[in-house]
């Protein structure tokens, strides 16, 4: 009986570990590290971004909405008042403004007031002149109260305005008589937006080549499409 002898079959030897495609990046951060760091970023700025998100989504429906095809959700309740001025009368639009925020229990302390100057008109056939105007407006979230005072009267007209929750809702997504603290805390949103528009697009990629080179290819097809049609829009 012929026998052979054949020699013993090796095992596959898997060819040696690379970077995982990863590009870019010192090998310590290579082996997953960096898209670990990536995914927490993420998370927590979700969660900041759903909670403003809730806000800011919700009014901006509201908003959306406030031409065509109305949702009659927001209302404000107006009423016409004349306040008799106290003597001596107030000197000047601020004083009158700050009259006003003390009769009315409100805050006028960023009160917009302007003085337009008396001129000579004609009525009926007959020229006058017409005194100057003070104008006071001053808006929050809630309320709203526009003054008109010629001056020379003894009183002040004013109109006030108090909104519903939903209109509530809608001047704060538009910033309506908030200072400089709520317009940079609803900056943090587009800003956590941006960041998790570029975190995603990375988590997606993986770091790896091709999927880098599509997503570059894709956001810069986006640019240009956005640039291009601004610039055609701008005429």
């Known amino acids: 009986m012929n026998t052979s ?3 013993p079959i090796k095992p ?14 010192p090998k310590r951060l290579s082996r997953g590290a960096f898209l670990k760091w990536l995914r927490r970023t993420h998370a927590w700025i979700g969660l900041w971004g759903a909670a403003l998100g809730l806000l800011f989504g919700f009014s901006g429906i509201l908003l959306n909405h406030r031409d065509i095809m109305k949702i009659p959700a927001t209302k404000m309740e107006q009423k016409e008042i004349q ?8 000197a000047d639009p601020k004083a009158m403004a700050a009259w006003l925020g003390q009769t009315l229990n409100m805050d006028t302390d960023h009160a917009r007031a302007r003085r337009e ?5 004609t009525w009926n056939n007959t020229q006058i002149q017409q005194p100057s105007l003070w104008q006071i407006t001053v808006r929050n979230p809630q309320r709203m109260m526009q003054a008109e005072y010629w001056e020379g009267n003894a009183f002040v007209s004013v109109k006030q305005g108090e909104g519903n929750v939903f209109s509530v809702l809608t001047n ?3 910033g309506t008589g908030l200072g400089v603290s709520w317009v940079l805390l609803a900056d943090t949103l587009a800003g956590g937006l941006i960041v998790l528009s570029l975190t995603g697009t990375l988590l997606w ?5 091709r999927r880098l080179a599509a997503a570059g290819l ?4 986006l640019s240009l499409t956005v640039f291009f049609a601004l610039q055609a829009i701008g005429g």
């Open 5 to 7: 002898t054949q020699p």
């Open 12 to 25: 596959a030897t898997r060819p040696p570990k690379t970077n995982g495609g990863y590009l870019f990046l």
């Open 83 to 90: 306040l008799s001025l106290p003597e001596p009368r107030p």
């Open 117 to 121: 100057a008396g001129k000579v008109v």
């Open 172 to 174: 704060l997504h538009k």
């Open 205 to 209: 990629t993986r770091l790896h080549g």
């Open 218 to 221: 894709g956001l810069g097809s």
